[in-house]
């Protein structure tokens, strides 16, 4: 991370990356997920940001939130089976052993293993988000795992960035929905690619290998030209089509027009948005997402300029 931006005040990356937030409350991003459903026919995924788990007390908190979210996405009025959020989830919310410290994860299979039947009580779709390289083992295997116990409502993330990923295709559970992603997490050279094209040559190619596999691809990047390569080149080669995969974006990247052409092409679109209880527990994600696109912080300030 670039050191100036890991040298920002907590309250500063609050205030820079506050497009990124849907708020800070469960009904907050239920809203932004109605308002997104309502306005442009665009799904949602919904992420609590609950990072930097220091007890089991915290981690059973962040398990009790997404068994609430679970229930909001499966029973709120304003969700049908058309327009039902997902929820995306990491491993490292439901534990203090974090593997990134060199941990065990104490109770972070366990915890999403008791989401997981929750949700497939409410018919909710799960994504376990990928984090660091640490966890890469760790995440495959319980996807494995839950598989295997008849979970077919999780899915996947692979980082096209890894060197490992191409390997990773080989173990995944057969059918599972794959999110592919560049990565967010800086890595050593010695596991991953520093090329951005590349690796987002890589999501066009892995995209492929998936689809003619017959998993469903949700294609996250923000990437315009990749996005139309996705549907123009890699769709049509495979004889996909808008019912066996999505694209998908973040909150607070302004896609607007690109999302807009995709619906009309019937590509289903989904953003993932992030809210948090505690504002704390945010600020790890939202440092990321500042990290990868600093100019974020020049437009908050010209808007807040041209306010006062
Ligand atoms: C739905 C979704 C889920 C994700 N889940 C994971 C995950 O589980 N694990 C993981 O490691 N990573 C995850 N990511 C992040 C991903 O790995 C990339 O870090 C992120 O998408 C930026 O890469 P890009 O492909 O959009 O390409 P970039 O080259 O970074 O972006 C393409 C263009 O989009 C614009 N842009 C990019 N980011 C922003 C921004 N933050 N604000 C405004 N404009 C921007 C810029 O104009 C840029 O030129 C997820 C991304 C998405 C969209």
């Not at 409502?153 to 080989?170: F, K, S």
């Not at 049509?236 to 019912?243: E, H, I, M, R, Y």
Request: aromatic share 8%; net charge negative.
């Amino acid at each position: 991370m670039n050191p100036l931006i890991r040298l920002i005040p907590p309250f500063l990356v609050r205030v820079f990356a506050r497009p990124y937030l849907a708020g800070d409350s469960l009904e907050d991003a239920l809203k932004a997920a109605e308002g997104l459903w309502q306005n442009r026919q665009v799904l949602s995924s919904l992420d609590l940001l609950a990072e930097g788990i220091e007890t089991d007390a915290a981690a059973r908190a962040n398990v009790d939130t997404y068994l609430r979210m679970v229930e909001a996405a499966g029973t709120d009025p304003r969700f049908s089976d058309e327009n039902r959020p997902t929820l995306s989830l990491k491993p490292s919310n439901f534990t203090s052993s974090s593997l990134h410290e060199a941990g065990d994860a104490r109770g972070a299979a366990d915890a999403i293993r008791e989401i997981c039947v929750a949700a497939a009580e409410h018919a909710v779709d799960l994504t376990m988000d990928m984090e660091s390289r640490h966890w890469t083992d760790f995440t495959i295997e319980l996807l494995r795992d839950l598989h295997a116990e008849g979970h077919r409502h999780i899915g996947a993330v692979l980082q096209t960035r890894l060197n490992r990923c191409e390997a990773d295709l080989d173990r995944l559970p057969e059918g599972i929905r794959v999110r592919l992603v560049i990565g967010i997490y800086q890595e050593p050279e010695s596991h991953a690619i520093s090329n951005k094209p590349e690796m987002k040559e890589r999501l066009l190619r892995y995209a492929q290998i998936l689809l003619e596999r017959g998993h469903y691809v949700e294609f996250a990047t923000h990437d315009e030209a990749y996005v139309r390569r996705f549907v123009d080149q890699v769709l049509p080669a495979t004889g996909v089509g808008g019912d066996g995969c999505e694209v998908q974006m973040i909150y607070g990247v302004p896609r607007r027009k690109l999302l807009g052409e995709l619906r009309e092409r019937q590509i289903r679109c989904r953003i993932y948005i992030p809210f948090a209880l505690s504002w704390p527990m945010a600020v790890a994600y939202l440092r990321r997402r500042l990290d990868e696109y600093p100019a974020m912080m020049w437009m908050v300030a010209k808007n807040m300029l041209r306010k006062g």
